[in-house]
């Protein structure tokens, strides 16, 4: 769709009057005083994990912003493939799709060799391979991803909404008594309250936990006694979008350019089909020098992209943002409030997410996308814990996934930032195939946890070899039984809390006696040891905690779906209605066999265990009955009755 022709409108572009577009302004009247989970700061990672937290109405959550109301404009705008995955999980990856810029090729350019003053082409590729992943890279302004995620915090069973104008100026946590239970409530922050007709009054609340999504200058960092830590390149980039006339052929492509003196410009088209973003190189800073020194302006920034863009014009209509940043790659070396040394006495408070902890070049493309995800992980971590369904030592997980994650981020980000900077010695072909090598990575799907308390061994690795432990569940088309409904098996996995175990069938009748679809299913629903019936509370659906699904390899005409087991058609609900939706076939019209595209084992079958943030969290054989049974023993608990 286009939109943004006579001027950036910030906001729904589907909304005709530009009043209405903004969006809602906010929770009014005093802050809760006692909540279960505070969130400071409502960027990406606050919002996601506000999105995941309020799903359950029996959390108390609370999100407050320092900003004075809702993003509308600047600041992050790439949205990789397993981002879209994730959004998939929170129900609005059609509503991105639809209004983002799809990033399909890069085009990459550099001097040329003739003319060493013009650039020329000299590169192109696809953006991501083939069969990465059932969604594109797209690009699209940070502020319609927060609007998004707002439109679910409203809509959710706990109707949340931030509190804006609310910076917090202090945060005490309680020592721990061993044995004393009676305030769970410890940490205690203390809020200005910077509203018209408000300021300056303070407010207190209470939480249980805290997390800390308020960016690289992160008071809730600092009241944990952490800080970032790396190093800096000395080197300043500016960036900014713009609605503009170019004679550049490929402004509405991803493009890499390189000039022989004037340095290097990363084109990033935007949403709405006018807009596009550059990263523009500018000069090399002194030793200790900051970039707010140089007293750069956007009119610099337009007249070194144009130096760059020779022989190319660039005639600028309207910046409806800009900036001007140093890199740097620097991280936190936890992500809690426990001390190492103290981890096996301690359970951790408070947390930090995002750009609290990690900060980079965006010229990855990475950070909104990296927050997002340490906001995924905590999310449905807290809520179990807080919901009794996973014991409290569980949270210490977070800080150790998460912070091997951004470490990876921060080593690639240097490496990459490096590679575009001209001053270490651009090389449009090395570039290139820089870039080709690690599209995984870029496109966030290379991101994979360690073995731990929530990610097996690979003993089993054999019987799904395209679902590797520890990455994100890699969907694959499928064929739903019931009603013969093409669709991505991964789009079963929703942002909801619960658990997945995907049984995949092995050869022969599934409906037979002894097939491995109904042995496991008979331990599942009847077997004292089963993690469905120890960790389902009496009442609930059957599905509430770990919800199975099935994939067989017939065709779906060939299942007879009354001849299955009960736990495949489960009876839910207040009236006991059947679930249809638990079968699959593989998609063998189209040939795009999801037993092939994964590696399932086609004689033994396999049961893929995966976590409710969408990660390979096991891998065991169909009668492993008793390996799965430990597996969630490791962490979860039996609930109160």
Known sequence: MQFHLNGFEPGDPHIADPAQRTPAPGSPGPVPEVVDVLIVGSGPAGLTLAAQLSAFPDIRTCIVEQKPGPMLRGQADGIACRTMEMFEAFGFSERVLKEACWINETTFWRPDSAQPDNIVRSGRVQDTEDGLSEFPHVVLNQARVHDFYLDVLSRSPARLAPYYGRRLIDLQIAPETAGDTSDPYTVTAKLERSEAGHAPQTEIIKARYVVGCDGARSAVRTSIGRALRGDSANHAWGVMDMLAVTDFPDVRFKSLIQSAAHGSIIIIPREGGYLFRLYIEMDKLDAGERVSNRNITSDDLVAAARRILHPYTLDVKEVPWWSVYEIGQRICDKFDDVPEADMAQRLPRVFIAGDACHTHSPKAGQGMNVSMQDGFNL??????????????????????????????????DREWAEMLASSKGFDAARTQDYFV??????????????????????????????????????????????????????????????????????????????????????????????????????????????????????????????????????????????????????????????????????????????????????????????ALAAFFDGFMTRPAM
């Open 379 to 412: 999310g449905w971590k807290l809520a179990a814990v807080l919901r009794q369904r996973c014991a409290p030592h569980l949270l210490h997980s977070y800080s150790a996934e998460r912070q091997a994650i951004a470490r990876e981020l921060i080593d690639f």
């Open 437 to 626: 090598r690690h599209g995984r990575y870029t496109a966030g799907t290379a991101a994979r946890y360690s073995p731990s308390l929530l990610t097996g061994e690979a003993t089993h690795q054999h019987l799904a070899s395209g679902l590797a432990i520890g990455m994100r569940f890699h969907s694959a088309p499928v064929i739903r039984v019931a009603d013969a409904r093409p669709m991505q098996l991964g789009h079963t996995v929703k942002a909801d809390g619960r658990w997945r175990i995907v049984a995949f069938a092995g050869a022969g009748d599934p409906t037979a006696r002894d097939s491995g679809i109904r042995t496991l299913c008979s331990f599942l629903s009847e077997a004292v040891e089963s993690p469905v019936t120890k960790y389902t509370l009496p009442g609930d659906d059957i599905d509430s905690v770990i919800d199975l699904r099935a994939v067989f390899q017939q065709d779906h005409r060939d299942i007879a779906i009354e001849a299955m087991p009960p736990l495949l058609l489960p009876r839910k609900g207040r009236y006991g209605l059947c679930d249809y939706e638990k079968m699959f076939s593989a998609d063998l019209k189209s040939g795009h066999d999801i037993f092939t595209l994964r590696g399932i084992d086609r004689k033994l079958g396999c049961m893929v265990v995966v976590r409710p943030d969408q990660y390979v969290a096991h891998i065991l054989p169909l009668d492993g009955h008793a």
